[in-house]
């Protein structure tokens, strides 16, 4: 393993193997796997793919998975990464529709302890999450193998919790990047060209209402729960301390100390009454599966536990794909049950390059919900949004999506797409990707 040592940030170094030959098996194609040590004992996990075509020009993104307390290796592997995992759980299978086909791709495990990362956990909120992932990039920028991205055009691309991250990191790192301006703190400027996120989760409020709107009628796909179990959503919902007043009250309560217990409170009452009646015995991630889904399948795992193969990128910890103690640290502060469109609107109003984008047999950050807490969101485009209809995005002449466009943002509803877009419509992932980065409004072609 390779290793460098930060100049400017003692104690902090980049530890990783060039080339491991495992996933990207296009000749010529470099990557970089291993980690990089943020601070004593927070060691964190990325996997680098360099651009297939033109790397030396192509754009620098960053994926993350969401949970709180997913690896990006579920990105990696079951959705728009260089390779997936055969069923005997050893072999990859080339990925034609590999995002890094047009990108300078990079998978993070974050926070510390999610996936390959290991060491001391510290952060309990989003907010808490954006710092450490910022110093990551300070190492990875100022090291010889990475400091010829820092000039790219740079985008985040994240899904699920990524409603929560990426409004908050884009808006930490332009927060960072005016200080670096004013020369208040030192450090390498992170300038994001573009945010996309597919299924995210971004207003509680909305988007628990939205379980028993999409349970009572998903699009096309119609009821999925009897009367009853509907009528007793409904109640739940709107009763003396249901849980629209739950999340009300975790709202007007601010982001202090005193509001972790009203906000855990909250969504532990709402993920109980809204979301796990709307799943039944659904898989909560494609309504057109039961609770014992198949697809994406979970063959990378085997492959990540293998000692030999671990051993070739790097990694020094057991793979967990999304464990319990990250997450709880979240269930902490209540942080599921806040709102982060406020950070949201504020870059669509920026001008931002944005791309909010739902599979829509999803029902967890089911695309009613999405789509409506996008039609809620306070910016400039907000009355041009809820007036106009979305209209169909064709790929050689089939319909395979709706959109809508608004100046540099974009709201899509993917057909027949689960929680995991580029996993079930790998083709159309790809194209709309493409857009993205070409600074193009979504289009057919």
């Given at each position: 393993?390779?290793?460098?040592?930060?100049?400017?940030?003692?104690?902090?170094?980049?530890?990783?193997?060039?080339d491991?030959?495992?996933?990207?098996?296009?000749p010529?194609?470099?990557?970089?796997?291993?980690?990089?040590?943020?601070?004593?004992?927070?060691?964190?996990?990325?996997?680098?793919?360099?651009?297939?075509?033109?790397?030396?020009?192509?754009?620098?993104?960053?994926?993350?998975?969401?949970?709180?307390?997913?690896?990006?290796?579920?990105?990696?592997?079951q959705?728009n990464?260089?390779?997936?995992?055969?069923?005997?759980?050893?072999?990859?299978?080339?990925?034609?529709?590999?995002?890094?086909?047009?990108?300078?791709?990079?998978?993070?495990?974050?926070?510390?302890?999610?996936?390959?990362?290991?060491?001391?956990?510290?952060?309990?909120?989003?907010w808490?999450?954006?710092?450490?992932?910022?110093?990551?990039f300070?190492?990875?920028?100022?090291?010889?193998?990475f400091s010829?991205?820092?000039?790219?055009?740079?985008?985040?691309?994240?899904?699920?919790y990524?409603?929560?991250?990426?409004?908050?990191?884009?808006?930490?790192?332009?927060?960072?990047?005016?200080?670096?301006?004013?020369?208040?703190?030192?450090?390498i400027?992170?300038i994001?060209?573009?945010?996309?996120?597919?299924?995210?989760?971004?207003?509680?409020?909305?988007?628990?209402?939205?379980?028993?709107?999409?349970?009572?009628?998903?699009?096309?796909?119609?009821?999925?729960q009897?009367?009853?179990?509907?009528?007793?959503?409904?109640?739940?919902?709107?009763?003396?301390?249901?849980?629209?007043?739950?999340?009300?009250?975790?709202?007007?309560?601010?982001?202090?100390?005193?509001?972790?217990?009203i906000?855990?409170?909250?969504?532990?009452?709402?993920?109980?009454?809204?979301?796990?009646?709307?799943?039944?015995?659904?898989?909560?991630?494609d309504?057109?599966?039961?609770?014992?889904?198949?697809?994406?399948?979970?063959?990378?795992?085997?492959?990540?536990?293998?000692?030999?193969?671990?051993?070739?990128?790097?990694a020094?910890?057991?793979?967990?794909?999304?464990?319990?103690?990250?997450?709880?640290?979240?269930?902490?502060?209540?942080?599921?049950?806040?709102?982060?469109?406020?950070?949201?609107?504020?870059l669509?109003?920026?001008?931002?390059?944005?791309?909010?984008?739902?599979?829509?047999?999803?029902?967890?950050?089911?695309?009613?919900?999405?789509y409506?807490?996008?039609?809620?969101?306070?910016?400039?485009?907000?009355?041009?949004?809820?007036?106009?209809?979305?209209k169909?995005?064709?790929?050689n002449?089939?319909?395979?999506?709706?959109?809508?466009?608004?100046?540099?943002f974009?709201?899509?509803?993917?057909?027949?797409?689960?929680?995991?877009?580029?996993?079930?419509?790998?083709?159309?992932?790809?194209?709309?990707?493409?857009?993205i980065?070409a600074?193009?409004?979504?289009?057919c072609?």
């Amino acid at each position: 393993m390779k290793t460098f040592d930060s100049v400017t940030q003692p104690g902090v170094k980049l530890r990783y193997v060039p080339d491991s030959g495992v996933c990207e098996t296009t000749p010529g194609v470099h990557q970089l796997s291993g980690y990089i040590d943020i601070a004593k004992n927070q060691s964190m996990w990325f996997w680098f793919f360099e651009a297939r075509h033109n790397p030396e020009t192509a754009p620098f993104t960053l994926w993350l998975n969401g949970g709180p307390g997913c690896s990006s290796m579920i990105g990696l592997f079951q959705e728009n990464g260089p390779c997936q995992v055969a069923a005997d759980g050893q072999t990859t299978i080339y990925n034609p529709y590999s995002w890094n086909n047009i990108s300078n791709m990079i998978y993070i495990d974050q926070p510390i302890s999610t996936g390959f990362s290991y060491g001391n956990d510290t952060v309990n909120s989003t907010w808490a999450a954006a710092p450490p992932v910022w110093k990551a990039f300070q190492i990875l920028f100022e090291s010889n193998e990475f400091s010829k991205f820092k000039s790219r055009e740079f985008i985040l691309a994240t899904e699920s919790y990524g409603g929560h991250y990426g409004p908050e990191f884009v808006t930490y790192f332009d927060e960072q990047n005016a200080l670096i301006q004013q020369g208040e703190v030192k450090g390498i400027q992170l300038i994001v060209s573009a945010l996309m996120i597919n299924n995210g989760w971004f207003d509680p409020l909305i988007q628990n209402k939205a379980y028993l709107d999409f349970a009572t009628y998903a699009p096309g796909y119609g009821q999925l729960q009897n009367d009853s179990v509907l009528h007793q959503m409904s109640i739940d919902w709107s009763k003396p301390g249901g849980c629209q007043e739950q999340e009300e009250a975790c709202y007007a309560a601010g982001r202090g100390p005193q509001s972790n217990k009203i906000c855990s409170d909250a969504d532990a009452f709402c993920i109980n009454t809204m979301f796990v009646p709307a799943v039944g015995n659904l898989d909560d991630l494609d309504l057109r599966q039961n609770s014992s889904a198949l697809f994406p399948p979970e063959y990378y795992l085997n492959l990540l536990a293998n000692s030999t193969i671990m051993n070739k990128i790097g990694a020094e910890s057991t793979y967990s794909e999304c464990p319990d103690p990250p997450y709880e640290l979240f269930v902490g502060t209540g942080d599921d049950a806040r709102t982060l469109l406020p950070e949201l609107a504020a870059l669509v109003n920026s001008k931002l390059k944005v791309l909010i984008w739902v599979g829509d047999t999803d029902i967890n950050c089911n695309w009613i919900g999405g789509y409506a807490s996008m039609k809620a969101m306070d910016w400039y485009g907000k009355e041009t949004l809820q007036q106009t209809p979305l209209k169909n995005l064709t790929m050689n002449g089939k319909a395979v999506a709706q959109y809508i466009n608004i100046d540099n943002f974009s709201f899509a509803r993917i057909f027949e797409a689960g929680h995991e877009v580029p996993a079930f419509q790998p083709a159309v992932s790809l194209e709309i990707f493409r857009q993205i980065i070409a600074k193009e409004q979504l289009h057919c072609i």
